[in-house]
């Protein structure tokens, strides 16, 4: 796999940043859910889990998954790993390489 773009990290932390789509997203961690699993779990309206899960879906951190008539959402766990290996390698790099204030 590829590094991640720093606009792809970038999107990655601003789908996360949002304390309900967190919380949304560490529970896809665990398991599938469907969204009325999500909103009982979280006691969170059905329009706000389904706007959220888009919006993390956009951010390739979750999958979906027809199962006869539910979709069930589940966290893109190679995503997610290749978050973390483009974040910690840009925290690590040398600090020559970051540019000069002009």
């Known amino acids: 796999?590829?590094?991640l773009e720093v606009e792809e990290i970038?999107?990655?932390c601003e789908a996360l940043s949002n304390p309900t789509r967190f919380r949304i997203f560490l529970l896809l961690t665990k398991r599938m859910f469907c969204v009325n699993a999500i909103t009982s779990f979280l006691n969170?309206?059905?329009p706000a889990v389904s706007q959220h899960l888009r919006i993390l879906r956009e951010a390739g951190l979750v999958r979906m998954e027809k199962r006869g008539y539910w979709?069930?959402?589940?966290?893109?766990?190679?995503?997610v790993n290749e978050?973390?290996?483009s974040f910690s390698k840009i925290l690590k790099e040398d600090?020559?390489?970051v540019p000069k204030r002009k």
Not at 71 to 79: D, G, K, L, T
């Open 1 to 3: 796999m590829s590094n």
């Open 10 to 12: 970038i999107k990655i």
């Open 44 to 46: 969170v309206s059905q």
């Open 71 to 79: 979709v069930h959402y589940s966290a893109n766990n190679e995503r």
């Open 83 to 85: 978050f973390l290996k």
């Open 95 to 97: 600090e020559r390489d």
